[in-house]
Nanobody
Framework: QVQLVESGGGLVQPGGSLRLSCAAS????????MAWYRQAPGKQRELVAT???????TYADSVKGRFTISRDNVKKMVYLQMNSLKSEDTAVYYC????????WGQGTQVTVSS
């Protein structure tokens, strides 16, 4: 059973930073590619960033150069460092495997507003 718990969201001003964390509790974590996804109000969930089992990272064009994904295989954690936040980054952020599997976590709300 895949369990994912996201945390670290909040309210931040434009240009600010946040660090999201995702705790995963499923076996063989190290062999899976992991990703952060987000869903803004009235929009479909979209892929934000991925990190492979080999550590290779990819990013959506909209966040490239501002967000950094990382993972800790010992702790079974995935992180998303978000810098230079913009209002359009406002969304609920989720982590999951690539492709997504099982039940989504509750997500963590990120609101960028002055």
């Amino acid at each position: 059973q895949v369990q994912l718990v996201e945390s670290g969201g909040g309210l931040v001003q434009p240009g600010g930073s946040l660090r999201l964390s995702c705790a995963a509790s499923f076996g063989a974590f190290t062999i899976y590619s992991m990703a952060w996804y987000r869903q803004a109000p009235g929009k479909q969930r979209e892929l934000v960033a991925t990190i492979g089992s080999n550590g290779i990272m990819t990013y959506a064009d909209s966040v490239k150069g501002r967000f950094t994904i990382s993972r800790d295989n010992v702790k079974k954690m995935v992180y998303l460092q978000m810098n230079s936040l913009k209002s359009e980054d406002t969304a609920v952020y989720y982590c999951n495997q690539v492709p997504p599997f099982g039940t989504w976590g509750q997500g963590t709300q990120v609101t960028v507003s002055s």
